[in-house]
DNA sequence: TCGACTTTGTGCGTTCGTTCACAAGTGCAT
DNA sequence: ATGCACTTGTGAACGAACGCACAAAGTCGA
């Protein structure tokens, strides 16, 4: 049977904290370091595995875990390998418990505060999001300009008016802004999500935010997705164009088609 | 004057990620190679570029560009380099034709078509985000399960039944698709996608879809985003406790207050 | 207790990406 | 012309991330 490690809430004290002098830019809690790269697929591991979890799944493998998240094996366990060894040979990983110290890992222990600044369409589904609700992170303000949106009732919160803004991040304790505004009204809300306390921001709008050092900022572009895209499409145009030219029909034109198919659905 | 510019901590690989099967780094028309992070910021370069033409600018240096964009200068000009020779020694860029070199990079020369599955808040506010509509991507089609939702017109468009999607996507030209229903149909809608003829896909919803070899499909995901933000909370609280303990209270937290915003908009 | 089997955790070579730093080109003033 | 000020394009060093492959560590059945 799988490692009983009855630790769960308790022991994130136990676990780490070696609270050594020094503390370096990096370093978590358990004083390990976590790459970027690693800490930008940890969520996708949690999602993998709250649904696991939920279909009553007790333990994983790297490998079947691996192909849940569409990652290399090898790459899930290295990353897992950063927080910590919290599998066990021979079996696997225990979901609940990967949950918990990948959670741990994420800061989503505590429950950080968010404010919404933009209440469009946009801003109406990023509020109604249910999928963050559930844990570490509330959303608990809903901030617009136009007198039509404010004051109207939104996934149980009441829109504010943009005036009250520093008012409200700084009372509210909201440590992470969210912003939703058209472009040009992006770079003012940030700073004056800023000057509120907010220090970690995401951005939807299409610019680029100045920030002071200290803030960390994620930017989320529709455009520059579909161009990436779009970039991909017309290479694989420019390829497809040029294997015909060569031998007829070979190589990748035909990935894409029947042949690709039969195997897709392998994982699951 | 110490820069404030802060480094995007994980801008690179970010949210997006293409599950599909290694495409070997992207060639030009010219035979060159386009590294996978530069094109992922190529969108960014352009965006910045037609605010400089909008405000009348005709030349930029890298440094100003690089600033404009939030990136590092050398990595701009490397990132340029990809493209051919389109600087002059001395001057800079012309942003027009930098404008016309990039776009014809991404594939911007070619109008791509879309369609965007799930029209819920989110399907309104992509259908309605003009920010693509301007150049080389163009939505063409709406579709949605929901009987409520199915006709109305949004964007321009008309909402179809989702029975019509391999219809309206093979015969409409489709090869882009975006996702952006719940998660539990996201799959399905998926295959049906690439079912029609679709070989790129922009998943919202929070799941890793299986896809056959050939298909790119990016992901953004807003629960993600903000875990990872979280993690970036955390870290920094866990680090401020660390350093009040040594000194008292010369925190970073003061950075996020008065003293940085002192310097922050330098750039502009 | 033993041996067959499964799966983790990681050392290592490779590839990819970033940054520095500077030679080479360009325009301008003199 | 000549020299100066400026900026690009890139070689080279560095660093981060990936993925293979395997020893170590565990399970399970007899």
Request: proline residues 4%; charged residues 20%.
């Amino acid at each position: 049977m799988s490692a009983p490690r009855d630790d769960l809430p308790a022991a994130a004290e136990a676990a780490g904290r070696s609270t050594s002098a020094r503390l370096p830019a990096g370093r978590t809690s358990t004083g390990r370091v976590v790459p970027e790269a690693t800490v930008a697929r940890l969520p996708v591991y949690l999602r993998s595995l709250t649904a696991l979890v939920e279909r009553g799944v007790n333990t994983v493998s790297s490998e079947e875990l691996a192909i849940e998240a569409g990652v290399n094996s090898a790459k899930l366990r290295k990353d897992l390998s950063h927080l910590g060894s919290y599998g066990t040979r021979g079996v696997g990983y225990d979901c609940e418990y990967l949950v918990y110290q990948i959670s741990r890992e994420l800061g989503l222990a505590e429950d950080w505060r968010v404010a919404i600044v933009g209440i469009g369409n946009l801003g109406h589904a990023l509020a109604n999001y249910g999928g963050f609700a559930s844990r570490g992170v509330s959303v608990v303000a809903l901030l617009d300009t136009d007198p039509e949106v404010v004051g109207e009732k939104v996934a149980g919160l009441t829109v504010v008016p943009m005036s009250e803004l520093e008012h409200v991040v700084a009372d509210g304790g909201v440590s992470i802004g969210v912003i939703a505004t058209p472009g040009p009204a992006a770079q003012e809300v940030c700073e004056r999500l800023v000057a509120g306390g907010v220090t970690s921001i995401l951005n939807f709008a299409p610019t680029v935010l100045q920030v002071p050092e200290g803030v960390v900022v994620r930017r989320v572009d529709l455009s520059t997705e579909l161009q990436i895209l779009a970039f991909h499409e017309q290479r694989r145009l420019a390829e497809r164009e040029l294997a015909d030219l060569g031998t007829g029909r070979r190589s990748t034109g035909d990935a894409a088609g029947a042949e690709g198919l039969a195997g897709w659905r392998m994982a699951r």
